[in-house]
């Protein structure tokens, strides 16, 4: 870990980072209700939204859209990634270079960590030399910690949500990005494993405004950094409004109810 409150993903501390990477992981499926977002473009230019303090994309989606808002929009470029179709065991692909991402004009590299699944020992020499190469740019890396394989039968549990922030602290992660584990003193605990490491919560599948709101605030009292949200964002119609009320949950620490008020 190194001090990244400086980087551009961060804005007085916390991150919200826009995630679309749904193609790959889980397939147009993601879409079907938001087709119109089949177009990366749609969604770079709702993470232009203040808010939005990076976009996680893979490597060719940031070659084919994001000259177009390099600008505007601050990249987080996703080294690693699987796709639904694969059946083995949790693993993920290296299929970017971190020098190659730092060409692409990235801020920050993402890399996922399955922590538990039959492949761990090789994601997690793979993730050195990812986490050394990004040393050489003082690119920040941000670690997807998603326990999960075989004997793990419950992913997002306290005890292994905590053990998600804890093995990103102990490999040398800047932020880990880890799953809701249920409460906010679970979460508590999960940023206390932390250490000095920023933990952000993982969005999960949409939800009601209410829902993920107040999720969301009980993640900042517990004391966590922020979000890396991609379907609750960009599968509603209209995004800008609760990125609005994300801004105010997040960077203003205002309650869910005051945030969708106004
Ligand atoms: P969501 O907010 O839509 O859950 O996106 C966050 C994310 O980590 C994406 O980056 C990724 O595509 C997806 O979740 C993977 O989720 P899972 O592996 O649980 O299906």
Not at 86 to 99: F, I, L, Q, T
Not at 100 to 112: K, N, P, R
Not at 225 to 230: F, H, I, K, M, P
Request: charged share 25%.
């Amino acid at each position: 870990m190194i001090p990244i409150d400086d980087s551009p993903i961060v804005r007085d501390g916390k991150s919200l980072i826009l995630a679309m990477d749904h193609g790959l992981e889980h397939g147009p499926v993601d879409f079907e209700e938001v087709p119109e977002k089949l177009d990366p473009a749609t969604v770079f230019e709702t993470a232009t939204h203040d808010a939005v303090t990076a976009m996680a994309v893979q490597k060719g989606i940031a070659e084919g859209y994001y000259p177009s808002f390099e600008d505007d929009v601050e990249l987080l470029l996703k080294i690693n990634g699987t796709s639904n179709l694969w059946m083995g065991e949790p693993d993920s692909a290296v299929n970017c270079s971190v020098d190659y991402a730092a060409e692409l004009g990235a801020s920050a590299v993402g890399f996922t960590v399955y922590g538990g699944s039959n492949h761990e020992i090789e994601m997690v020499e793979e993730f050195r030399d990812v986490h050394e190469d990004a040393r050489e740019y003082d690119l920040p890396v941000v670690m997807w910690s998603y326990p999960r394989g075989q004997g793990l039968k419950n992913d997002t549990k306290p005890s292994t949500i905590s053990y998600a922030s804890r093995l990103a602290l102990e490999l040398g992660a800047d932020i880990a990005k880890v799953k809701y584990p249920g409460s906010k003193e679970a979460m508590a605990h999960a940023v206390d494993c932390a250490g000095d490491m920023k933990v952000v919560m993982s969005g999960g599948s949409k939800t009601s405004d209410y829902e993920f709101l107040s999720t969301v605030e009980a993640v900042i009292d517990a004391g966590a950094n922020g979000l890396a949200v991609g379907r609750n964002v960009w599968q509603r119609e209209n995004p800008t409004r609760i990125l609005d009320a994300l801004e105010k949950v997040i960077y203003e620490e205002e309650t869910a109810d005051a945030a969708l008020e106004a």
